[in-house]
Structure formats: C-alpha cells, structure tokens
C-alpha cells in the first residue's frame, strides 16, 4: 500500500478484526496498526483499521453501510429443498 488512512480505531480486537473482514472479503486491502503490540501488551492503545488513499471512500462506504435487517433475507429457494437446476 502506497498512501494508507486510517479509516477507524477499535478498542476491542474482535470489532477491528470483523471490520477488516468485511473489507476485506470486499476485495479491499487493510493493515491494522497496532495489532502486534496488542499481542505484546494487551490493552495497550486502539487497534487502527487502515486502507490505502485510493480505496477510503468504498472501504468507509462499507462499514458505513449496517447490512440487511433481520427479515430482509429472502433466500432464492426455500431452506431445505433443493434448488431448480436448468
């Protein structure tokens, strides 16, 4: 990565680790600073979420964006059978 921007800070690994997956599985590249030291030293500082220059706006855009709310799933077949082959 070039230029990097942090995009987010987490205080909790797991909140830093699911948002770096959302960005990731997007295609997104991220570094999370501080992640080493927090290995090291746990509680030590926020954990920052970072993406290159270029991908800042998508990757915000992301975990901007809360995802479907519950019931919103409409699967294309119904759980259980099988789906129509062509």
Do not use: C, W
Not at 10 to 38: C, D
């Amino acid at each position: 990565m070039s230029d990097v921007v942090t995009i987010a800070s987490f205080t909790e690994p797991l909140e830093a680790e699911m948002a770096r997956l959302r960005l990731q599985s997007a295609g997104i590249e991220t570094f999370l600073s501080g992640e080493n030291a927090r290995i090291l030293e746990p509680g030590l500082g926020p954990l920052q979420l970072q993406v290159s220059a270029e991908d800042e706006a998508d990757a915000r855009a992301l975990l901007a964006d809360p995802g479907l709310k519950e019931g919103e799933f409409e699967p294309e077949f119904e759980i259980g059978s099988k789906p129509e082959t062509a």
